[in-house]
């Protein structure tokens, strides 16, 4: 039922959105200039939360991928069951963050 192909491309991608392209963009902004740098990304630590929090939607998503096929025309099902929700819950976290000023 499950390729394997299918699986091992979704883990690669979840391994890259977690460790890889934070690190880019940070070597990014101290390559322009490390004495300016003043990013609150460079300043902030992402907590255990956070780090759940970006474990779960990556899972979530591969689950909804592997369990509803949108590659075999399931595509608004995979749309409104994978996606949405997490598009809906994280943007409902950077609006709630964008009213708390540090």
Known sequence: MLSGVKEI???LIVLIGLF???RMIRMKSIAKDPARDTSPTMDRKDNGLNRLAIL???MWIALAFIFLSPLSG???PFLSAG???VALLWG???VVLGFNPK
């Open 56 to 58: 779960l939607t990556g």
């Open 74 to 76: 399931n595509v608004i």
């Open 83 to 85: 996606v949405l929700p």
């Open 20 to 22: 890889f392209i934070p």
């Open 9 to 11: 491309i979704i883990i």
């Open 92 to 94: 409902i976290r950077w």
